[in-house]
Each structure stands twice: as structure tokens, then as C-alpha cells.
């Protein structure tokens, strides 16, 4: 008869036991519906036309499920109250982090610090600081004294009151870098290979453009249906060929947000290109949070964007462009091409709103 056999399909390249277990685990349920234990794989990373790099057979091991789940429910009985909440960066990803983050946020938790580490929460808590009130009552260099807090004391001190008084706090003066002539960039590109797809960028405050990556649609320029230029090229070092040309050999910085769009130039730009941009090409999220801090847990383009109002087109995130953006080259599908600029248009357009809302709310600020 009829079998259902599982596939877990991941993105990264390799298992651990966490994904061992999660087979496992598909596998006893489909054992107790359909009585006999069906055959299972993974399929790990991805590429073209959206096969997996790998497929690996899996091997049942019923006793290590069973001995995991001995474990969990030890731990559970062990507990007659439930757990003190602490947010870390794996939250984000938890069906219960809006819950938990409320109960956070009600007593000002100190786990609300982002980017505050394990080692330094604990030697806090070890001091009777528990809480984000108790952190303000702390000057800069005393809280220098915890272990791994050097740095980034006041930033810390400012997250703290931005939580507590629920707005922004700027603790210090935004970058002459940020305030200057500068263009912004957003690159999309398959995560397994880092080489890219499509590059938006703007110039200033002028309306965003792209570059997608296309051997099979040779029209050289597309105009979108919201006006939006849209240039084709035959391949990725194509695209940075012709983006190195649009910005020029000025010193105006290029700004991106984290490491992600900068590492893609470095490794899979040609040599030229990274000799060209490489030092041009800056992090507004850093000069963003050396200068202000919001009550955002994380500070992702998204969490940022979101908090100062902006939101992203309906269903937008890098998969779903992804696969509109595959859509386009086999089967020049037209509405997903626009789907897919529409998302990276909405990435480049934040990075300006953000740079100019630092900008225009720096307390003193002229302009």
C-alpha cells in the first residue's frame, strides 16, 4: 500500500543531533499511524531550479528519541513553576518569542539587552542586577567592570532607558559619514554560494534601481509598472561591473546593512570591482546603533524599519524573491519578476529612511 515517507528539507549544508531527532521524531508518529516505520532523508542546501546540494538517508534510531525524550519530560517534572524567561538571539525563531518578549518587557528583564553575552548576564545577575532599572542605576565605567562589557557599556545604558522609557535614545552624535552624499545598496544572492542575483541601490534620496541577473532575457532595460528601472545583465560579475560603474570613482560611502552585502562583494565580486568599492562599501547598522537605541530586541533591517513605521509589501522575504526571481528565468513570469524588485526596492528604500531618521532626530539636529 500507500506510504508516506518523510523529507526534511533544510538550507544549511550539514545535521546535528537537533536534526537527527526531528527525523526521528516524524518517523515514530508515521511508525504509530501507518504500522511500519517508513524510510526518511534529508535534503540539505539548494541549487539551480531548486533541487537540494545533498540528499542524505537516514538512519531510525528509536532508543535515542526515546532516551531525548525521557530527558524532557525529567526536566519538565523537575519543574513545579514555570521558567524564568531569558531571551536570547535563537528566540526570534520561537512560536512563543511574542509571549515570552511580553513577559520580558513587563519586568524589564535584563535578557532584553541584545548582544549583551551569557558570561556577562550572569556575572550581572551574580551582583543582584536582575533587572533593566536596576542596570541604569549603574554609570558607564562601573558597568565596564563586568566581564565582557567594555565597549559597549553605553550602548548597553541607553538600550536599558529605551526599553524603560519606551523611545528612542540617542547617546551619541551620528557619523559625519551618515549626514554627507551617499548611496545605499541591498544585494540578493543564493545562500549557498554567496554569488549574487539582483543588486538595488539608490543615490541620496533619488528612487531605487536594480540589476538582475538574466543569460536568458536579453532586453538590456526594464521599466517596472511603479516607473522603476530595472537593468538585465548576463551574469553576476556583469552586475558589478555595470553597479561599480553607476556609483563612480567617488569617495561618497555606499551604505548596506550588516556584513552580509559587503561579503558578497568581497568573495564573489571580481578583483577589480572589490579593489574599487571595498572600502567605499559601509554598515549603516553600526553607525545606526553606535549612535541611538530603540526598544527592539534585535537589531535587524527588519526589527529597525518596523519600529519606525515602515512595512515591507505583503508576503516579502528573500525566499519568496528568490523563487519569483526563478519563476522569471524559466518561465518569464513577469508578476513575480516584480514581486521579487519589489522586495529588494523595499530593502534599499529603508536603509535611506533609516539613515535620514537618524539624521532629522538627533536631538539639536538642523535639519
Given at each position: 500500500?500507500?506510504?508516506?515517507?518523510?523529507?526534511?528539507?533544510?538550507?544549511?549544508?550539514?545535521?546535528?543531533?537537533?536534526?537527527?531527532?526531528?527525523?526521528?521524531?516524524?518517523?515514530?508518529?508515521?511508525?504509530?499511524?501507518?504500522?511500519?516505520?517508513?524510510?526518511?532523508?534529508?535534503?540539505?542546501?539548494?541549487?539551480?531550479?531548486?533541487?537540494?546540494?545533498?540528499?542524505?538517508?537516514?538512519?531510525?534510531?528509536?532508543?535515542?528519541?526515546?532516551?531525548?525524550?525521557?530527558?524532557?519530560?525529567?526536566?519538565?517534572?523537575?519543574?513545579?513553576?514555570?521558567?524564568?524567561?531569558?531571551?536570547?538571539?535563537?528566540?526570534?525563531?520561537?512560536?512563543?518569542?511574542?509571549?515570552?518578549?511580553?513577559?520580558?518587557?513587563?519586568?524589564?528583564?535584563?535578557?532584553?539587552?541584545?548582544?549583551?553575552?551569557?558570561?556577562?548576564?550572569?556575572?550581572?545577575?551574580?551582583?543582584?542586577?536582575?533587572?533593566?532599572?536596576?542596570?541604569?542605576?549603574?554609570?558607564?565605567?562601573?558597568?565596564?567592570?563586568?566581564?565582557?562589557?567594555?565597549?559597549?557599556?553605553?550602548?548597553?545604558?541607553?538600550?536599558?532607558?529605551?526599553?524603560?522609557?519606551?523611545?528612542?535614545?540617542?547617546?551619541?552624535?551620528?557619523?559625519?559619514?551618515?549626514?554627507?552624499?551617499?548611496?545605499?545598496?541591498?544585494?540578493?544572492?543564493?545562500?549557498?554560494?554567496?554569488?549574487?542575483?539582483?543588486?538595488?541601490?539608490?543615490?541620496?534620496?533619488?528612487?531605487?534601481a536594480m540589476i538582475l541577473v538574466s543569460e536568458r532575457h536579453t532586453e538590456g532595460k526594464l521599466i517596472l509598472p511603479n516607473q522603476q528601472q530595472v537593468f538585465v545583465v548576463p551574469s553576476a560579475d556583469d552586475a558589478w561591473w555595470l553597479f561599480a560603474e553607476i556609483v563612480g570613482d567617488g569617495d561618497a560611502p555606499i551604505f548596506h546593512w550588516s556584513s552580509a552585502d559587503k561579503v558578497a562583494l568581497k568573495n564573489n565580486a571580481p578583483i577589480d570591482v572589490v579593489e574599487r568599492l571595498m572600502d567605499r562599501f559601509e554598515d549603516l547598522a553600526g553607525y545606526f546603533t553606535q549612535s541611538v537605541q530603540l526598544p527592539v530586541y534585535d537589531t535587524s533591517i527588519k526589527d529597525v524599519a518596523g519600529y519606525l513605521g515602515f512595512h515591507w509589501s505583503e508576503g516579502s522575504n528573500w525566499m519568496a524573491a528568490l523563487l519569483d526571481y526563478q519563476a522569471w528565468l524559466r518561465h518569464n513570469d513577469e508578476s513575480g519578476m516584480f514581486r521579487a524588485c519589489m522586495y529588494q526596492s523595499d530593502d534599499v528604500e529603508v536603509l535611506a529612511i533609516i539613515r535620514r531618521w537618524m539624521i532629522e532626530n538627533y536631538p539639536g539636529s538642523e535639519q
Open positions: 500500500g500507500l506510504l508516506y515517507a518523510p523529507i526534511e528539507i533544510k538550507q544549511y549544508n550539514s545535521i546535528d543531533v537537533s536534526d537527527a531527532l526531528q527525523l526521528d521524531c516524524y518517523i515514530w508518529m508515521l511508525g504509530q499511524l501507518q504500522g511500519i516505520e517508513p524510510p526518511a532523508e534529508f535534503w540539505l542546501g539548494r541549487v539551480m531550479d531548486d533541487y537540494p546540494a545533498q540528499r542524505i538517508y537516514h538512519q531510525y534510531d528509536e532508543a535515542r528519541l526515546m532516551q531525548a525524550l525521557e530527558r524532557l519530560l525529567q526536566l519538565h517534572l523537575r519543574h513545579d513553576q514555570e521558567p524564568d524567561v531569558y531571551i536570547d538571539s535563537r528566540c526570534k525563531a520561537c512560536q512563543w518569542f511574542t509571549s515570552c518578549g511580553k513577559t520580558a518587557v513587563a519586568s524589564y528583564d535584563l535578557s532584553l539587552i541584545n548582544r549583551l553575552r551569557k558570561d556577562s548576564h550572569a556575572a550581572l545577575v551574580e551582583a543582584n542586577i536582575q533587572t533593566l532599572n536596576q542596570l541604569i542605576t549603574l554609570d558607564a565605567d562601573s558597568l565596564r567592570q563586568f566581564k565582557g562589557i567594555k565597549k559597549t557599556a553605553e550602548q548597553f545604558l541607553a538600550q536599558a532607558r529605551a526599553w524603560i522609557e519606551n523611545r528612542p535614545i540617542f547617546y551619541q552624535k551620528p557619523s559625519p559619514l551618515c549626514t554627507g552624499d551617499a548611496w545605499h545598496v541591498d544585494t540578493e544572492y543564493y545562500p549557498e554560494t554567496g554569488v549574487v542575483w539582483s543588486i538595488g541601490w539608490s543615490h541620496a534620496d533619488d528612487p531605487s
